[in-house]
């Protein structure tokens, strides 16, 4: 069965864009990068598992904020170069900042300008930052 990672198109870091999306809304909400090992953590968790690029290792979503996503479909596009997920997120905030989703600054004539508001101070989620 490790032959769907075979027909993945990887970059060359070994890794693959992936898009959370929420199931119910269509809402895209976050977008993270997997290699062959989230993808098959993903898979066989069904729960969002995504590899930190800064912290070079797997990041299981949620594993410190409680907000896991859980996988409910995975797709890839057309030439196998991106992944998406069809995800219900729990507790319905997807972005590290406290917000639903990640996709929360409109460019406008005025520049980057934030349209969705915080729904929990990301202290709370994580405690407090050095």
Not at 23 to 34: C, H, K, R
Request: glycine residues 10%; hydrophobic residues 35%; charged residues 25%.
């Amino acid at each position: 069965m490790n032959d769907y990672l075979d027909e993945i198109t990887w970059n060359d870091q070994g890794l693959v864009p992936a898009i959370a999306q929420d199931q119910g809304s269509g809402q895209i909400l976050m977008m993270a990068w997997m290699n062959r090992e989230a993808l098959k953590k993903t898979i066989e968790l069904k729960q969002g598992v995504y590899w930190s690029r800064s912290r070079q290792k797997l990041w299981h979503k949620g594993e410190s904020s409680g907000h896991v996503q859980h996988v409910k479909e995975i797709t890839i596009d057309c030439d196998a170069d991106t992944v998406l997920l069809q995800v219900d997120q729990v507790g319905g905030i997807a972005c590290h900042t406290g917000r639903a989703h990640c996709f929360f600054r409109r460019l406008t004539g005025k520049g980057w300008q934030n349209t969705e508001s915080v729904l929990k101070d990301p202290s709370e989620i994580y405690g407090k930052q050095p």
